[in-house]
């Protein structure tokens, strides 16, 4: 089978996983050229939320951190993650500006793009998948595991064969929450690796403790690659550590050749940061341990903390169990969703509305609507006419692909923007994430972008697993769901939700709840 592949991801989903994205450039820069020395598969360096808290947060220009990480690894591939249709932001985007963004991407350094949907609906990656292949990019198609009564084996073959026509170069099996099990991926790698001839990558989270198991199972079944980080921020809601997986295989016939020493100076360089980010309380030693109650409920860490603060700030935490007992009920309503950005929140959600309201879908947010309509695509699983009933009303399901309906943005978006653009990338920025890029690129053209003051310590603490640094609101969202229950829903109430603090990244939940 021959060695195992590391993709590193200190640069990306470590940091993200744990102190809400908060790594600065500069701190980066420092290791570029050793990690680019290491052998690696890959460094996961861009992407998801990184996006989002660069300009946010951080004042930096995410499209600047990705050339300056380029310009120091000029050995090892540059690795991404992107939401498909969704991109990095949080709703669907037009053709127009997915394909310019990926042709940026590519152009830019980016070597490797995983490409995911949150309902697997493989119409929501081709677009991406398609503009990546003919930028010359290498192509990851992306399936988001999760465990319900309608996947299987059989159905992320499936999967991995349907991406695998669409050209992808190569198959990633992306468990978000930390539920693959350890000879449940066994089963997994045999079954897609018998199906398809492409590379097969794995990425898990440590979050219910389970990872590296996973990871060995995984490598005897024949996974070509899987995702590490570093030891100082390896574990708990990050991936497991790169060290002792190294070391376990040597002397293997899936020795990845990595060398210990090297990788345990780069251990070094970490160690002083994580400390710094313990000491601020930028890193909350919770998201460092384990949480085997995913793999009780089967609903991921952080989307089980947020449920537990949602129901505390509305003085309920007596309906903690009906909620939880809830979610897989809504879940199977909407059919079999993995929880993952954006599903995971609106399930969550609408679990909670239905527990409080006492009734079932009395109060339905337009996001739980959209969902059931079709509008983020089709669902592993059918959604019942009694559920389109009830949440639809007359009108009638979407069953094109979603972004069909969505027309060209991008020369409106360009021409939105025009006195603040400086390079043509701001145009992307700024389509993404229009509110917060206007007001850095305001801060650029005035020459008052600094860079933000160190966190202090005992700052709040790193929002959960996969977030991306948007600031926590869970006390609005109480208040919001208290308000409704009061106020028992009037049809036509305005509630505005932010902050929700869930696997994949912070979404913001805004609109109409109705009867």
């Known amino acids: ?3 195992v592949g590391i993709t590193e991801t200190i640069l990306r989903d470590a940091h993200q996983s744990l102190i809400a994205t908060r790594m600065k450039t500069e ?5 570029i ?4 020395d290491i052998g690696y598969h890959s460094l996961e360096a861009w992407g998801g939320a990184t996006f989002d808290a660069c300009i946010r947060f951080l004042n930096e220009d995410p499209w600047e951190r990705l050339r300056k990480i380029k310009a120091k690894a000029k050995k090892t591939p540059l690795q991404m993650l992107l939401r498909g249709q969704n991109l990095l932001g949080y ?37 991406a998948i398609k503009a990546c292949i003919k930028e010359g990019g ?4 992306c399936i988001s595991y999760t465990t319900s009564p309608v996947h299987n084996l059989e159905m992320f073959a499936k999967d991995a064969k349907r991406l695998e026509d669409m050209g992808a170069h190569s198959i990633c099996i992306k468990d978000m929450a930390g539920l693959l099990k350890p000879y449940d991926a066994y089963n997994l790698i045999k079954a897609i690796k018998e199906t398809i001839k492409v590379p097969v990558q794995l990425h898990t989270h440590y979050t219910s403790g389970v990872a590296s198991m996973t990871y060995l199972k995984a490598i005897e079944a024949g996974v070509d690659v899987v995702d590490t980080a570093l030891s100082p921020m390896a574990g708990g809601t990050s991936q497991p550590a790169t060290e002792p997986l ?9 020795d990845t050749g990595l060398d210990l020493v090297k990788l345990s100076e780069l251990a070094a360089y970490m160690r002083p940061l994580k400390d710094k980010w313990l000491e601020s309380g930028l890193l909350n030693p919770k998201m460092l341990g384990v949480d085997a109650n995913a793999l009780i409920y089967q609903v991921p860490g952080g989307m ?4 537990v603060s949602q129901l505390q700030q509305s003085n309920a935490m007596d309906k903690y169990e009906a909620v939880l007992e809830e979610v897989p009920r809504v879940r199977k309503d909407f059919g079999y969703p993995p929880l993952v950005t954006p599903s995971s929140q609106i399930v969550g959600t609408q679990a909670v509305f239905n527990v409080l309201m006492g009734e079932r879908y009395k109060m339905v947010p337009k996001e739980s609507k959209g969902v059931v309509k079709g509008e983020y695509g089709t669902p592993p699983a059918p959604i019942s006419d009694e559920i389109k009933k009830k949440i639809l009303g007359d009108e009638e399901a979407i069953t094109c692909r979603p972004a069909d309906l969505i027309a060209p943005e991008l020369d409106k978006t360009r021409e939105e923007i025009k006195d603040l653009i400086t390079q043509d990338e701001d145009v992307l920025t700024y389509a993404l994430l229009p509110q917060v890029a206007k007001k850095f690129f305001e801060m650029r053209k005035n020459g008052t972008l600094t860079a933000p003051e160190e966190p202090k310590p005992a700052a709040k603490a790193a929002p959960a697993a996969e977030s991306n640094g948007e600031e926590e609101n869970e006390e609005e969202l109480a208040a919001v769901i208290s308000a409704a229950v009061a106020a028992q829903a009037e049809p036509g109430t305005q509630y505005a939700v932010r902050g929700f603090r869930q696997v994949v990244s912070p979404w913001v939940l805004s609109g109409r709840l109705n009867r």
């Open 1 to 3: 089978m021959g060695k």
């Open 27 to 31: 701190e980066m820069l420092p290791m």
């Open 33 to 36: 050229e050793q990690l680019d």
């Open 91 to 127: 709703k669907h985007y037009a053709d127009d500006v997915v394909e310019y963004f990926v042709q940026k991407a590519v152009a830019n350094g980016m070597d490797i793009i995983r490409i995911f949907d949150a309902l697997n609906d493989p119409r929501n990656m081709e677009t």
């Open 138 to 141: 290498h192509a990851q198609g």
């Open 246 to 254: 190294v070391a376990s295989l040597q002397g293997t016939e899936r």
């Open 304 to 307: 089980l903390s947020n449920l």
